[in-house]
């Protein structure tokens, strides 16, 4: 099965990611993916058999608190804050990936930060300093 096999319908990919293969975090043979869409991220969290057998693990926005970026020398690690008080770590990101990551899941939470997991709707207004205007 393909990542990109399960997204929902009018789910978007905005960012895809492969984790660093010889540094921490990584798989020299077959590093992981990290999707980042517009509802949610998708970890390929372990791959086995060469590539043949994979699991993935998915956070949607309404479930996040926070994301924070650890950054090592070559690579960081993406810890992710849920509501229900869990930590998830995504070990062996490349540290310019890492940013990039943070910033649209940062943008994902304050967008679904709003109700029950309903999307606030932007009405075609520009966001100015963390308000919409």
């Known amino acids: 099965m393909n990542i990109k096999e399960i997204l929902g319908p009018d789910e978007k990919v905005v960012l895809e990611v492969d984790q660093r293969r010889l540094l921490k975090g990584g798989k020299l043979i077959t590093p992981a993916k990290i999707l980042v869409t517009t509802e949610r991220i998708v970890w390929q969290q372990d791959v086995r058999w060469l590539g043949l ?31 229900f008080g869990e930590r998830y770590i995504i070990p062996g990101v490349p540290n310019n990936d890492a940013k990039q990551v943070e910033r649209v899941v940062s943008d994902g939470i304050r967008r679904y930060s709003f109700g029950a997991g309903r999307q606030r709707e932007y009405l075609g207004r520009e966001m100015i300093g963390g308000y919409y205007g």
């Open 53 to 83: 057998k994979k699991d993935y693990v998915d956070y949607h926005y309404a479930d996040l608190a926070n994301v924070r970026m650890h950054k090592g020398v070559f690579s960081s690690d993406l810890i992710i804050s849920s509501r």
